[in-house]
């Protein structure tokens, strides 16, 4: 949250040249506060892992947030006890007439899979259509980030040869953004793909930008340029051992994966990994929440277009 300090203190402009959230006192006189209400898309098998990933993330900031879950009727997890499901989620039909200040699309492990040989793809390209005019801000996460510029923007991916996992450094391109707040000029996150997408691509379309890059790992955070849209490969949301988990799960499935990169100290998976992306996710969350959902979205969600 800002600090409030007094319209006319000298150090308001300097600490908004140094990109902190500085709010006056007529601001703060004239805000307009409720819950805000976001939904997430839920597209990952491990339901329950991602579930509590992402509320730890949103769950680190003074806003409330009435979150909802929301699965495809396309499709029927088969990693999460159907009782969960019905308990806890619901379907686009249900909530198709309603409108929400943001919504998170998260990724689904379907590498080298076309996204029209989907089986809930037409329904997801209804629900990212539904989101122009129902929803103020979208988080598209990993695949969902890919999915999200191909149908929106009609860019294609790059499968790459080989999974891309690990942790690593990525730089910020547009340094004086919010979403960067408190981000130090470098910051480590953790990928797990085997797509890309190239820089000259979003540079082709005007309505979007480059945010941060890594020089190993690619593109890592895009956004539109109304901010209605932000497109992250990388997951700083991950826990400790997400990385770990996959590893030894493909390493039990007779695959033969690479030890993720920059992860097990010295490369040595009986080592357990230093967490060095846990604030970055913190940051990258609380600032989307807090500058382009709450401090954007209309009062009366009603209005959103």
Known sequence: MPIKVADSLPATTILENENIFV????????????????????????????????LRKLSNTPLQVNVEFLQTASYTPQHTD??????FYTTFDQVKD???????????PLDYVKFEDVTY???????????????????????????GLYYLYGLERNDLKTKLSGVYSHRIIKRNSP???????????PQSRAMGIDADKI??????????????????IVKTTDSRHFFVTCHPEYDADTLSQEYFRDLGKGMNPAIP???????????????????????LYSNWLNYYVYQTTPYDVREIV
């Not at 159907?82 to 308990?87: F, I, L, R, V």
């Not at 979403?179 to 996150?189: H, M, N, S, T, V």
């Not at 540079?203 to 890592?220: F, I, K, Q």
């Open 23 to 54: 709010m006056t006192e007529y601001r703060a006189m004239h805000q307009d506060i409720r819950p805000l209400n976001v939904l997430i898309l839920n597209l990952m098998p491990t339901k329950i892992v991602t579930e509590t990933q992402l």
């Open 82 to 87: 159907s009782n969960h499901m019905e308990s």
């Open 98 to 108: 309603r409108k929400y200040d943001g919504m998170i699309i998260t990724g689904a």
């Open 121 to 147: 793809w037409k329904e997801l390209c209804t629900i990212m259509e539904w989101g122009k005019t129902h929803v103020h801000c979208t988080l598209h996460l990993c695949w969902g980030a890919y999915a």
């Open 179 to 189: 979403l960067f707040r408190g981000f130090d000029d470098i910051f480590y996150a």
């Open 203 to 220: 540079a082709s379309v005007p309505e979007l930008e480059l945010m941060a890059v890594s020089d190993e790992a690619g593109v890592a």
């Open 261 to 283: 990169a920059n992860y097990f100290p010295d490369d040595n998976p009986e080592n357990p990994p230093v967490v060095n992306w846990r604030s970055t996710g913190q940051l």
